[in-house]
């Protein structure tokens, strides 16, 4: 029996699509070492959640491989007529483990959807008087870190406002010993005052290769007591 789009091209979609298999396995409520197996399944209903969280028709995933490869079939939006934006009142306001899993999952959506709505994927900053970039760092490391509190989490919802507002507080080395840190010569730590939440800190890494600029980690400052080092 031939093997469906999903199984046969799906580690090679989510590369296309600039979606990591942590960031899709947390989307999917699954552990990332399950993602090969979840590749294989023929559950329509798991087929048609991951055709919502990849943003891309459910055709598309359960037609065979003898079909036309992705570069000639356009990516069309999933899109559900009563998604509703993240408001505040969806997000979990404790410190259990729960709270902060559920708060990363939200962080998660709330990014791919910010994508889905920004194909270019950045943001002009107006104290850099350049480009900041959103990339798959960006989301492991503001879902790990800002869903620590809720504050941080709203904040997050801020993101158009800090990327382009935010003033540039301090410059400091990026940390080799840090995998996600790695590809940065250094690390621009910018401040932002959100309304309602106070003062923001967002870490942008420079690229070593190119110079650009990545937005890496969101977290509200009073919220999360950041210590006097890049997160």
Same mark, same amino acid.
């Given at each position: 029996m031939n093997r469906i789009y999903f199984e046969e091209k799906g580690e090679e979609l989510l590369r296309r699509i600039g979606m990591t298999k942590s960031e899709f396995a947390m989307r999917m409520g699954i552990h990332r070492q399950n993602v090969g197996a979840l590749f294989k399944t023929k559950n329509l209903e798991t087929i048609y959640k991951a055709a919502h969280v990849l943003g891309v028709p459910l055709g598309q995933l359960v037609g065979y491989v003898e079909e036309p490869e992705l570069s000639v079939i356009p990516l069309v939006p999933y899109v559900e007529e009563d998604i509703c934006e993240i408001t505040e009142d969806d997000i979990p306001r404790g410190d259990s483990v729960e709270d902060k899993r559920k708060r990363q999952g939200l962080i998660y959506e709330f990014y791919q959807e910010w994508k889905r709505r920004n194909p270019d994927q950045k943001k002009y900053n107006m104290a850099l008087k350049e480009d900041i970039n959103i990339r798959a760092v960006s989301l492991d490391e503001t879902a790990a870190h800002a869903s620590q509190s809720y504050l941080s989490t709203i904040a997050v919802l801020q993101l158009d406002a800090i990327l382009t507002n935010a %003033?540039?507080?301090?410059?400091?080395?990026?940390?080799?010993?840090?995998?996600?840190? %790695?590809p940065f010569e250094k690390m621009l730590v910018m401040e932002y005052v959100c309304p309602g939440i106070g003062r923001v800190k967002m870490t942008v890494g420079v690229k070593r290769s190119d110079k650009s600029k990545v937005q890496y980690c969101i977290t509200a400052i009073d919220a999360y007591k950041i210590k006097q080092e890049v997160v």
């Open positions: %003033r540039l507080v301090r410059t400091a080395p990026s940390k080799p010993k840090t995998k996600n840190q %790695r």
